[in-house]
């Protein structure tokens, strides 16, 4: 994973709710994550109010455009409990101890602990949902899908039959 550190690290913070520390560090992601200028432009370019609004918009309302991973696998069933588990499991086994507001399949929780450890297992097994999560983000006409774009483009390709 030569190089992609502050890649993901970047996009964590790109996919969190644009609060006003995100706006202050607007100018050090566009400068150390290139590959998100067209996210940290239209961010940069946006009143704080209609982003903050556009944020709610995408990802608040439904889950197609869920940040959860293990929704696209499991949805809202038992199995997901168990899915949560693993993902709390992993981030133990290197050392770290989830905390916070968010469940830890949280894709900015996902890609800080890509970031951190190297470790692009997560990534790679949910690569699917990923996949789809662009895919419908792009169909929306988001800025947030140049941050998926990024994102799984250091990613190997979905095995075939993957898709859950």
Known sequence: MPGFEVLYQAAALCLTYPDEEFRARLPLLREAAPQLRVFTDHAASTGQAELEAHYVEVFDFKNRHSLYLSWWSDGDTRRRGMSLVRFKELYRVHGLEFTGE????????????????????LLVEHRDALDQLRARLGTAGTPYACVLDAVCATLPPAPAGARR
């Open 102 to 121: 968010e469940l830890p399949d949280f894709l900015p929780a996902v890609l800080e602990f890509t970031s951190r450890t190297g470790d692009l297992g």
